[in-house]
Structures are given as structure tokens and as C-alpha cells.
């Protein structure tokens, strides 16, 4: 089993910054690809960015882009993601995903069904 812990969350205004962090631990999973989702009250979980083994092959949710960057140090067994210029519809629960398989060209990185191992979550709420 993997287990992922996120942490970062917390309360900010608008136009504010927050930098998750998803910590592996366990059996390994190389060369999976991770990812994070966040969940709003009452609304789908929703794919925010993710990210293949190696660093090179990113992908983000149109609304996050320019905003957001994930990255990963697979040396520290952990995924980050960089969030600036917060808005208040940036409020949610916001999970860490892996999976066992890498991203390829042709890949579906949004799919929730493709992600083995899921963290508890990690609350970021954005005032307005």
C-alpha cells in the first residue's frame, strides 16, 4: 500500500498564495504519475493538475492555469503544488492521487478511476 499525506492548507484572501504538499510513504510506485483533485461542498471531485514520473509531461485544469504549478522530488517521495493569485472559487477540499502507471501521450490524467492510492485531504478556503 502507498499512503499520502497532503498538508499546506489554510485560510487566505484573494490574490493570496498557498503551497500544498503530498508526502508518499510505503511501497513504492515507480514510474507512477500523481495528481491533485479537489473537492467543493456539494460538487464532483474535480481534477486540478497532475503530473508523469519524471516532471516533463504536466497537465492542468483551464481554470487553474497561469496560476497553479505542480512539481515533484521523487528523491523526497513528495508532490507539491504552488498555488497563486488564489480566488474564492479555488475553495476546496484538496487531495493528493497516485497511480501505478505513468502518463503517456494519450493519457486521460483526469480520470478519478485511474488513481489507485488517494490522500485524506488538505482544506485551502479563499476569502473574498
Known amino acids: 500500500q502507498v499512503q499520502l499525506v497532503e498538508s499546506g492548507g489554510g485560510l487566505v484572501q484573494t490574490g493570496g498564495s498557498l503551497r500544498l504538499s503530498c508526502v508518499a510513504s510505503g511501497r513504492t510506485f515507480s514510474p507512477g504519475a500523481m495528481a491533485w483533485f479537489r473537492q467543493a461542498p456539494e460538487k464532483y471531485r474535480e481534477f486540478v493538475a497532475a503530473?508523469?514520473?519524471?516532471?516533463?509531461?504536466?497537465y492542468y485544469v483551464d481554470s487553474v492555469k497561469d496560476r497553479f504549478t505542480i512539481s515533484r522530488d521523487n528523491a523526497k517521495n513528495t508532490m507539491y503544488l504552488q498555488m497563486n493569485n488564489l480566488k474564492p472559487e479555488d475553495t476546496a477540499v484538496y487531495f493528493c492521487?497516485?497511480?501505478?502507471?505513468?502518463?503517456?501521450?494519450?493519457?486521460?490524467?483526469?480520470?478519478?478511476?485511474?488513481?489507485?492510492?488517494w490522500g485524506q485531504g488538505t482544506q485551502v478556503t479563499v476569502s473574498s
Open positions: 503530473i508523469n514520473w519524471s516532471g516533463d509531461r504536466i
Open positions: 492521487a497516485a497511480r501505478l502507471s505513468d502518463l503517456y501521450s494519450g493519457s486521460t490524467p483526469w480520470r478519478v478511476s485511474d488513481y489507485n492510492f
